[in-house]
């Protein structure tokens, strides 16, 4: 009997805990945040801990990293970067390891949940909001009136752009997610087909050959696209902060 490919995406309680009538089970997409987490951490902090003239493997990947988003945090906003450039690598590495965590057998993708997303888009858009009102006052509100508008267009131009910027977090996180689920999902159809085809056919194993090949070729897809999504998060923070120390 062929395995659901959405079953791979269902969250399973392993602490059950229920507080005030309230689920905060601990489960296996917190596990798996805990690790993307510790991952992170051991990544940025061993592997500079030699801090080689030669660097290492692992150095290098990590001073690659690191050059790569500061220089994206700096060609976006300027000298202004050297004040965000934390927060934006912090949202760049666990998007990141939660991509990457997911291509492992047998892990959990909490990339691939709307909850988890939504919730890193929300506080992206809640960050980037506040930086602009506390820098700018009412000011920030002129945001969605942009220069040279004629006043009878007024109303309805303003009511696109709020509508535009509010909508900022929900295009985040539905991308990613929308990403993530239909990648694993399709991982997982392949990966079917090689077993129902190595069972059913006359040929035996070598039927499973071409949809073995092919789910090969989604696996170095999907990894790619976990960098993508990564860099396409950060990207976005790195405008959303753009737009609120400018007002562009």
């Not at 959405?6 to 309680?13: D, N």
């Not at 002129?142 to 309805?156: H, K, Q, R, S, Y």
């Not at 071409?210 to 860099?231: K, M």
Request: aromatic fraction near 12%.
């Amino acid at each position: 009997m062929a395995t659901n490919p959405l079953e791979q995406f269902v969250i399973k309680p392993l602490i059950p805990l229920h507080i005030g009538g309230y689920d905060v089970s601990f489960t296996q997409s917190s596990l798996w945040m805990a690790f993307a987490v510790i991952a992170a951490t051991l990544l940025m902090t061993l592997s500079m801990r030699s801090k080689s003239v030669i660097p290492t493997r692992w150095q290098n990947m990590t001073e690659m990293t690191y050059e790569f988003i500061a220089g994206m945090v700096h060609e976006a906003l300027g000298h202004e970067g050297r004040k965000y450039f934390a927060f934006v690598f912090s949202v760049f590495m666990i998007v990141l390891m939660g991509n990457m965590l997911g291509m492992i057998p047998y892990s959990f993708t909490f990339t691939s949940h709307i909850v988890v997303t939504g919730t890193l888009a929300l506080m992206v858009f809640l960050t980037a909001t506040l930086i602009g009102i506390i820098r700018h006052g009412l000011h920030f509100f002129t945001l969605f009136m942009p220069a040279g508008l004629p006043l009878v267009l007024a109303p309805l131009i303003i009511l696109i752009e709020i509508v535009s910027y509010l909508s900022r977090p929900i295009s985040l996180s539905v991308r990613l997610f929308a990403n993530m689920v239909a990648g694993h999902t399709m991982m997982k159809v392949f990966a079917g087909f090689s077993v129902m085809m190595a069972a059913s056919s006359g040929i035996g194993m070598a039927g499973a050959v071409l949809p073995l090949v092919i789910n090969t070729a989604l696996v170095g897809l999907e990894i790619l696209i976990a960098f993508i999504q990564a860099y396409v998060f950060a990207i976005l923070t790195c405008m959303y902060l753009k737009d609120a120390i400018e007002l562009h």
